[in-house]
């Protein structure tokens, strides 16, 4: 059985990312140890399925289906960067997402719900929208760590960008030595 790994995502307008593109290079300035988002692949990402065997994909699409009935665009927009754990030891660098983010979480509920019942194990943390910058190599030093997270915080105020979710993707990821490629395999229109 072939196994693909899954997930489930809202594309961005090309204005978004490249204001997310731009906060990279400036945090790139000091040349710290991460593994930078490429921009053909920034997404949203709603809900992380792991790897599944390819012949749920129709049991998927009906999930995605159900969990996204009658529902409305929303409309969000960039707040400030951040990093998981924290930012004085980065291991994440993220932008929040504002807006309309309790429909947001209204709809990674209702998809977290299907695909609960579908038999994937419940998420373990709770659904924090952002848009993912880069990730902390493991040798990066406490200092150089540090060095990131003043370089996060120094970073300017987004512009007040919005921009609308319509559409909702369920994403195949393959890992490659050059980074992810991600294959939309279906797609939901919102209303």
């Known amino acids: 059985m072939e196994q693909y790994r899954l997930f489930i995502a809202a594309e961005l307008p090309a204005p978004i990312s490249d204001a997310l593109v731009a906060a990279q290079a400036r945090l790139r300035r000091d040349a710290p140890p991460v593994k930078w988002v490429a921009p053909e692949s920034m997404h949203l990402t709603l809900r992380f399925l792991g790897e599944t065997d390819m012949r749920r994909l129709p049991q998927l699409g009906t999930a995605l289906r159900t969990?996204?009935?009658g529902q409305l665009a929303i409309g969000l927009q960039l707040t400030s960067a951040g990093a998981f754990p924290n930012i004085r030891r980065p291991s994440v660098?993220?932008?929040?997402?504002?807006?309309?983010?309790?429909?947001?979480?209204?709809?990674?509920?209702?998809?977290?719900?299907?695909?609960?019942?579908?038999?994937?194990?419940?998420e373990e943390r709770p659904f924090r929208a952002h848009l993912t910058l880069g990730r902390v190599r493991r040798e990066a030093t406490p200092a150089q760590q540090e060095r990131l997270g003043e370089a996060i915080r120094a970073l300017p105020a987004f512009p007040q960008l919005a921009w609308m979710i319509e559409r909702v993707v369920l994403f195949r990821s393959e890992l490659r030595p050059n980074g992810p490629i991600y294959s939309a395999l279906d797609t939901?229109?919102?209303v």
Do not use: D, H
């Open 93 to 122: 660098v993220w932008v929040g997402v504002g807006g309309a983010t309790a429909a947001l979480e209204r709809l990674a509920a209702a998809l977290e719900a299907q695909v609960v019942s579908l038999g994937f194990p419940p």
């Open 188 to 190: 939901v229109t919102l």
């Open 67 to 69: 969990a996204l009935a």
